[in-house]
């Protein structure tokens, strides 16, 4: 089964998918934002090339563990993906995951530059392994 995670920001979406297997997961692109509709669209086709079976979609949640305003915004995002696309949509928390990518590029002595080019798709690779070994640790 073919899963595809999301960092869905204001200007950006992160895309990564898993392997047919399901155990690696692997940023395919960063989507510049501009109208929901197009947003969509993209996603559309890009799940149907992929043949993607199911989206993690990564929610941002407040210190208290209540998801964030931003996180509230994704959610309705993510009800308009799901009505389009006919996919069960998985949430998990992505509160650091933005800022573990920043490590890691940091780590690896990327410019400013190169980093904003490839941090949002790194996010979404985190979320989609985390939910990858989830599920793993179930079974």
Do not use: H, W
Not at 65 to 88: D, Q, R
């Amino acid at each position: 089964m073919r899963i595809m995670s999301l960092d869905v920001g204001t200007k950006r979406i992160g895309i990564a998918v898993s392997d047919e297997m399901g155990i690696t997961a692997n940023g395919i692109e960063t989507l510049k934002r501009t109208e929901t509709k197009n947003d969509i669209l993209k996603l559309k086709n890009l799940t149907s090339v992929l043949k993607i079976e199911k989206m993690v979609i990564g929610i941002p949640y407040n210190t208290d563990g209540t998801v964030s305003k931003n996180g509230e915004i994704i959610k309705k995002f993510s009800n308009k993906i799901e009505k389009e696309l006919s996919l069960p949509i998985v949430f998990i928390n992505e509160t650091f995951t933005t800022a573990d990518a920043e490590k890691y590029l940091l780590e690896a002595n990327m410019s400013r530059k190169k980093r904003e080019k490839v941090i949002d798709k790194l996010s979404a690779v985190i979320i989609l392994q985390e939910y990858l070994e989830q599920i793993r640790q179930q079974t």
